[in-house]
T-cell receptor, first 116, second 108 residues
Framework: SAVISQKPSRDICQRGTSLTIQCQVD?????MFWYRQQPGQSLTLIAT?????????ESGFVIDKFPISRPNLTFSTLTVSNMSPEDSSIYLC?????????????FGPGTRLTVL | GQSLEQPSEVTAVEGAIVQINCTYQTSGFYGLSWYQQHDGGAPTFLSY????GLEETGRFSSFLSRSDSYGYLLLQELQMKDSASYFC?????????FGAGTTVTVRA
């Protein structure tokens, strides 16, 4: 299994500002994912981050709003840009640990973001 | 997009059995997964069905019927620690698409 940490664990930000969320994995992984989860709601995939290539964004999410970096096989960042109160949510990173078991992802503890 | 429907809430007493249904309107997926998420915690993988039928993992079992577009998670011998949200998810290649989640509350 993988141990995943995220920083910050929570933050309160002003509208119009940007926040970068870090995701660190204790082992090298190929596939990393970023999700958004509003309190009491489901998980929505924002993008897939692969090392050495551009992130792949899901419908409704764009690079200008959610730029992602993946500099190596153990680390990724998600930036929430030009924030508005609608961006208040929990942001989670996850990894695919075993290519033979894509259905089993390991999640970080999440970053709880509040935008005022 | 994929559409997966689950009941929003289920309440049961300790020791009981709970079945959480997941109906879907999608095809071509690899399998159906189940995740558990405690309040404020990270989702954790519980079970996976690639083929039709029942998969048993301790007190938890999961079932899939592709012909009926239906699956379920069965929680047996409920314990207080089982109070959590449970999500079904379909997997397409490397991506997961989650249902809305079912909040299970276990009462003493």
């Amino acid at each position: 299994s993988a141990v995943i940490s995220q920083k910050p664990s929570r933050d309160i930000c002003q509208r119009g500002t940007s926040l970068t969320i870090q995701c660190q994995v204790d082992s090298q992984v190929t596939m990393m994912f970023w999700y958004r989860q509003q309190p009491g709601q489901s998980l929505t995939l924002i993008a897939t981050a692969n090392q050495g290539s551009e992130a792949t964004y899901e419908s409704g999410f764009v690079i200008d709003k959610f730029p992602i970096s993946r500099p190596n096989l153990t680390f990724s960042t998600l930036t929430v840009s030009n924030m508005s109160p609608e961006d208040s949510s929990i942001y989670l990173c996850s990894v695919e640990w075993d290519r033979g078991r894509p259905q089993e992802q390991f999640f970080g503890p999440g970053t709880r973001l509040t935008v005022l | 997009g994929q559409s997966l429907e689950q009941p929003s809430e289920v309440t049961a007493v300790e020791g009981a059995i709970v079945q959480i249904n997941c109906t879907y309107q999608t095809s071509g997926f690899y399998g159906l997964s189940w995740y558990q998420q405690h309040d404020g915690g990270a989702p954790t993988f519980l079970s996976y069905n690639a083929l039709d039928g029942l998969e048993e993992t301790g007190r938890f079992s999961s079932f899939l019927s592709r012909s009926d577009s239906y699956g379920y998670l069965l929680l047996q011998e409920l314990q207080m620690k089982d109070s959590a949200s449970y999500f079904c998810a379909v997997s397409f290649d490397y991506k997961l698409s989650f249902g809305a989640g079912t909040t299970v509350t276990v009462r003493a």
